[in-house]
């Protein structure tokens, strides 16, 4: 009797072909389209660091949102909360690492950013290309970062990094 049960559990096994049935995704290609991009060193556009108050809006907005649907104030000038393919927009969120004025529920694995105008900015101690590299690709000054990549991968554009780090460095 058990020999039979075995048997016929043998036949089943050896004649059922199961990659019909069992999805066997493409691991390379699916690697390539996830890899960022080599890091990548970029000229600051000009006028790129404003005090024009619509453009920090913009930045802080992006900075302490993580999406457009969860965001409960609306979307200042020139950011829109559902993209027109119907996505919603994708903010920094850079509060997750980062503590700065006004943060709720920040995280510390980066550095604080509070003061950073009258800390680092007024002192010298950071140019605007500096923050603008750092925001668009972070790897050229740090090449272990666990900071994300927001210009090299296109997850923003160079206004809106140029809007970010004008918020960081803006006097709040
Ligand atoms: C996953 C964590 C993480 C996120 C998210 C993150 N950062 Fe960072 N950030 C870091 C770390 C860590 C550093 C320290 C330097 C390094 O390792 O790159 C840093 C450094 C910086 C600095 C340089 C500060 C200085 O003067 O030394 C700036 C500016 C900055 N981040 C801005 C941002 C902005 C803007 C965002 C959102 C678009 C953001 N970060 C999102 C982790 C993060």
Redesign the pocket.
């Known amino acids: 009797m058990r020999k039979v049960i075995m048997l016929g559990i043998a036949t089943f096994l050896g004649a059922a072909d199961l990659s019909q049935v069992i999805e066997i995704p493409d691991a390379t290609a699916i690697l390539l389209k996830d890899a960022l991009p080599a890091p990548k060193l970029y000229a600051m556009p000009e006028g790129c660091i404003t005090d024009d108050l619509a453009a920090i809006a913009r930045?802080k907005y992006?900075?302490h949102n993580l999406n457009g649907k969860e965001t409960k104030e609306p979307a200042p000038e020139g950011l829109l909360k559902v993209l027109p393919n119907g996505k919603e927009k994708q903010y920094?969120?850079?509060v997750?690492?980062?503590n700065i004025e006004g943060a709720k529920g920040y995280?510390n694995?980066?550095?604080d950013?509070s003061n950073?105008k009258s800390l680092?900015v007024d002192s010298g101690?950071?140019k605007g290309e500096?923050?603008y590299q750092?925001?668009a690709d972070?790897r050229m000054?740090?090449a272990?970062?666990?900071?994300?990549v927001?210009l090299a991968n296109g997850l923003?554009n160079e206004r809106e990094v140029c809007d970010?780090?004008s918020?960081?460095m803006s006097k709040k």
């Open positions: 930045g992006i900075f920094g969120n850079c997750a690492c980062h995280g694995i980066g550095p950013l950073y680092f101690a950071r500096f923050v750092k925001i972070p000054d740090n272990e970062t666990h900071m994300t927001n923003f970010l780090a918020y960081v």
